[in-house]
């Protein structure tokens, strides 16, 4: 059964204090990993898609990266307005659906 | 262009009554998703639909949920004779295809609360 772990639960950084969110996987044929930023009462908003090891992307003050096993999604110099929560999700090769983890909550404060 | 849309945004029922919630995906997408998003849990895959067809019914809870679509666009979820731990926010997501490469795009959700 395919598994996506995040964490930390929840983190609370300084504005312009770096960090990164984890994501690690177990699944079967990876199609695809994607990170979705959630603000409170919202559906998910996508923002990346990553499909093999090594691959980066890019976008603001966000960056993701993925490995065989986990992908991180880097954080820097965040803004007040980067907090949401952020979820991980893997599209794998038996099924068209998405496997969410439970996130994590980012608070930026000033 | 527009996005996914759901309505309606709330609804409140009591234990017992049926609902039916509604799903608009981008014009032109082809694979709609229903999930659900319980207080403390990640989103759970309820259902998808490719075209007016559902190759995957893997994730709905029991035989009281069923789900439809017509005419390759708007698609209703039913919850018969709702329980309490019904309660959640049900999300619909759509994609150009059901393929990896196609992101999907989620509508802003229906917050159920059976009583």
């Known amino acids: 059964e395919d598994q996506v772990t995040q964490s930390p639960e929840a983190l609370r950084l300084q504005e312009g204090e770096s960090s990164s969110l984890n994501c690690s996987y177990t699944?079967?044929?990876?199609?695809?990993l994607f990170w979705y930023r959630q603000d409170p009462g919202k559906g998910p908003e996508f923002l990346f898609t990553?499909?093999?090891a090594g691959e980066e992307k890019e976008k603001e003050r966000l960056k993701a990266t993925l490995t065989k096993k986990e992908s991180f999604l880097h954080i820097t110099a965040p803004k007040p307005e980067d907090s949401a929560t952020y979820l991980c999700?893997?599209?794998?090769?038996?099924?068209?659906?998405?496997?969410f983890g439970t996130g994590t909550r980012l608070q930026v404060t000033l | 262009g527009a996005g996914v849309s759901q309505s309606p945004s709330n609804k409140v029922t009591e234990k017992g009554k049926d609902v039916e919630l509604r799903c608009d995906p981008i014009?032109?997408?082809?694979?709609l998703y229903w999930y659900r998003q319980s207080l403390g849990q990640g989103l759970e895959f309820l259902i998808y639909?490719?075209?007016?067809?559902?190759?995957?019914k893997s994730g709905l809870p029991s035989d009281r949920f069923s789900a439809e679509r017509t005419g390759g666009s708007v698609s209703t979820l039913t919850i018969q004779r709702t329980q309490q731990e019904d309660s959640a926010v049900y999300l619909c997501?759509?994609?150009?295809?059901?393929?990896?490469?196609?992101?999907?795009?989620f509508g802003p959700g229906t917050r159920l609360t059976v009583l």
């Open positions: 997501a759509s994609s150009f295809s059901d393929s990896s490469y196609n992101e999907q795009f």
């Open positions: 699944v079967s044929g990876l199609r695809g």
């Open positions: 990553l499909y093999s």
């Open positions: 999700a893997v599209h794998t090769g038996t099924a068209s659906k998405l496997t």
């Open positions: 014009s032109g997408h082809t694979a």
């Open positions: 639909f490719q075209g007016n067809s559902a190759p995957d």
